[in-house]
């Protein structure tokens, strides 16, 4: 099947710093790719879609001006987290939808676990 | 606004035993989707179920929707251990292109 992947897998970083995280589909290409969240023992929550060539579309309540998403080529979109606050400590995880139609798979990337300390 | 529900959140069960994880959703959808989490990692796909009827197994699992009822179902045959992990529905409100909006998921335990 189809493959996502997303990098780093986990990172540290320091409270007001910025954190870039990639998400590629490395057989396929996404012209839209999703930006999810996820918090300890929850579920995930949509951020914010990422559309090649335009701007993303944020969910209500996630700060465009603080998750940057670029969507510069077919097979990569990227996740700024900046000015990090432990408060964005979480598992960040991208999908991209595998092809067209109804019968379309969502493919998830690895996540990344990041801790702001 | 799209809902979807999980229930059980907690299913701690036997090896060897069947249960069943419900999935209701609030709106119309093109399609519904499992998956497994294990802690720490991302999201393995189990199932895309796209119409109304449809049924798939895959070892010890199968999924089956009722697009009438909005709900799915996810029954666990003979568990294992192995099966142990949360597990989560989510749908495609249709007309939202690919945005899959998720359940609370339901965190298993299959005791020995």
């Known amino acids: 099947g189809a493959v996502v992947s997303q990098h780093p897998s986990w990172v540290i970083c320091k409270s007001g710093t910025s954190v870039k995280i990639e998400c590629r589909s490395l057989d396929f290409q996404a012209t839209t790719m999703f930006w999810y969240r996820q918090f300890p023992k929850q579920s995930l929550m949509l951020m914010a879609t990422?559309?090649?060539?335009?701007?993303?579309?944020?969910e209500q309540g996630v700060e465009k001006d603080k998750f940057l998403i670029n969507h510069a080529s077919l097979t990569l979109s990227t996740l700024t987290v900046t000015s990090a606050h432990p408060e964005d400590s979480s598992f960040y995880i991208c999908?991209?939808?595998?092809?067209?139609?109804?019968?379309?798979?969502?493919?998830f990337g690895q996540g990344t676990r990041l801790t702001v300390v | 606004e799209l809902k979807v529900e999980q229930n059980p959140l907690f299913l701690s069960m036997q090896e060897g035993k069947n249960y069943t994880i419900y999935c209701n959703y609030s709106?119309?959808?093109?399609?519904l989707y499992w998956y497994r989490q294990d802690p720490g990692k991302s999201l393995e796909s189990l199932f895309v179920?796209?119409?109304?009827?449809a049924v798939k197994q895959e070892g010890r699992l199968m999924a089956s929707l009722d697009t009438k009822a909005r709900l799915s179902t996810l029954h666990i045959t003979a568990a294992v251990h192995d099966l142990s992990a949360t597990y989560f529905c989510a749908v495609v409100k249709e007309t939202s292109g690919s945005r899959l909006t998720f359940g609370e998921g339901t965190q298993l335990t299959v005791n020995p």
């Open positions: 999908s991209a939808p595998g092809g067209g139609g109804l019968n379309t798979e969502a493919f």
């Open positions: 990422s559309n090649e060539g335009s701007k993303a579309t944020y």
């Open positions: 709106t119309t959808s093109d399609r």
């Open positions: 179920l796209l119409s109304n009827g």
